[in-house]
């Protein structure tokens, strides 16, 4: 995709949720400065991939990631790892009851990828931005 940006979705969210991403989005890429590719890490680099494995290679593309798990965040290993990479990353904070049911995790998507667009088109990576059930995307430190 010449001059267009990618956007992983980690597989601990659905795959389908990428492909439907990819597919909404298509029609606004003609429009839209950058357009936008949405792609599933676990479709791309394999079910069980690492975040050591797919971190670089993500950040080798200047893509941007949208994940649950705050372990990329809070293990220093890992937190350093895409700051030196510079991967954007999107993190979902759960509902603490029982995590996101998969139609909720949908209408969030849904509700932030403007926002998320707004971000990624104005912010260099490296970053780190935290969302959940009931607030929308802020920067983290």
């Known amino acids: ?22 597919l909404l989005q298509q029609p606004l890429n003609f429009n839209e400065k950058y357009p936008i ?4 890490i676990k479709k791309v680099f394999g079910e069980g991939a690492k975040d050591e ?5 993500v950040g080798a ?4 990631v949208i994940t649950q798990d705050s372990r990329i965040q809070s293990q220093k ?5 895409y700051l030196k990479c510079g991967v954007g990353i999107f993190f979902l904070n759960p509902p603490s ?25 104005k912010e260099k990576p ?11 995307f802020e920067k983290m430190d």
């Open 77 to 81: 290993h890992q937190r350093e790892l």
């Open 37 to 40: 590719q949405v792609l599933s």
């Open 97 to 121: 009851k029982g995590g996101f049911k998969y139609w909720d995790m949908v209408q969030k998507l849904i509700a932030e990828w403007d926002n998320i667009k707004r971000i990624i088109r």
């Open 53 to 57: 494995d797919w971190i670089p290679k």
């Open 61 to 64: 593309e200047k893509a941007y």
């Open 126 to 136: 490296p970053f780190a931005y935290r969302a959940s059930s009931k607030k929308h």
């Open 1 to 22: 995709m010449v001059n267009g940006l990618k956007i992983y979705i980690d597989e601990n969210l659905p795959s389908q949720l990428a492909d439907a991403l990819n």
